[in-house]
């Protein structure tokens, strides 16, 4: 019994300090967190115009493959965005870099959708790698930013697999323990790096559902995403830096 209350004394310990960070979060990082929203919000407002552009009663189904696939893992998407959200604010970095990484997953594999149904074929029959996924991405990325996405996934595969220079990013060095391991979710100002790596996959997200649902959508409403993409972009400091034309 001794050893459960000091579970629930820990639990009780966490939620006050989770607390704590949520505060200190929307103090320090109110613009970004803000920023956050919009793009989410931006990326719920499409899924749901792609709906209802889709009516079974009037014969409008959802097809061919690559469109149903691509719209499964978009919705995945903006649910995890919003857990990863929660993480943030609360101080779960390590956790958050994670779920960071099947994020990216999620857009690699759109995108091969976006170059053939073919891919999206083979992703429902559980044939689809995320090797040949990563190959196809790199044809269709910009050659200057091929470096880039290949750092990106190597740094957060490293919280994925727990390597050691993933933890010890969350380690404190100290006269007295030497090393000390990180036992709380901890507020750290340098967070809007994962506010903005989210907005950064988002903007691409976006720019492949206007890709496949490009007869789906009104002119107007393409316009006004690809807008709000641009000036993501420029926020974010940005190039687009897919090689197709969107």
Request: charged share 30%; with cysteine; glycine share 2%.
């Amino acid at each position: 019994m001794k050893g459960v209350a000091r579970v629930i004394d820990y639990l009780k310990y966490i939620d006050e300090m989770e607390e704590q960070n949520i505060k200190l979060s929307q103090k320090h990082l109110s613009q970004d967190l803000q920023k956050y929203e919009l793009s989410v919000n931006v990326l719920v407002r499409v899924l749901n115009l792609i709906d209802k552009a889709f009516n079974v009663t009037e014969g409008k189904y959802l097809k061919p493959e690559s469109k149903i696939a691509t719209v499964l893992l978009a919705s995945r998407f903006m649910v995890s965005a919003k857990c990863l959200f929660n993480m943030i604010v609360k101080g779960y970095y390590y956790e958050a870099w994670i779920l960071m990484r099947n994020l990216q997953d999620n857009v690699a594999y759109c995108l091969c959708f976006a170059e053939s149904n073919d891919y999206a074929k083979l992703w429902f029959k559980k044939r689809l790698s995320m090797r040949t996924t990563l190959k196809k991405v790199r044809k269709v990325i910009h050659p200057s930013h091929r470096q880039h996405l290949k750092n990106a996934r190597d740094f957060m595969d490293d919280f994925v697999h727990s390597k050691m220079p993933a933890v010890a990013r969350f380690v404190k060095y100290e006269p007295k323990p030497i090393i000390r391991p990180q036992e709380r979710p901890e507020f750290r100002k340098d967070a809007d790096v994962l506010l903005r790596a989210l907005r950064t996959l988002n903007t691409s997200m976006l720019l492949i559902l206007i890709d496949i649902f490009e007869k789906d959508l009104n002119k107007e409403t393409k316009g006004t995403i690809v807008t709000f993409v641009r000036e993501e972009q420029k926020d974010l400091g940005l190039q687009n830096s897919l090689e197709r034309k969107t």
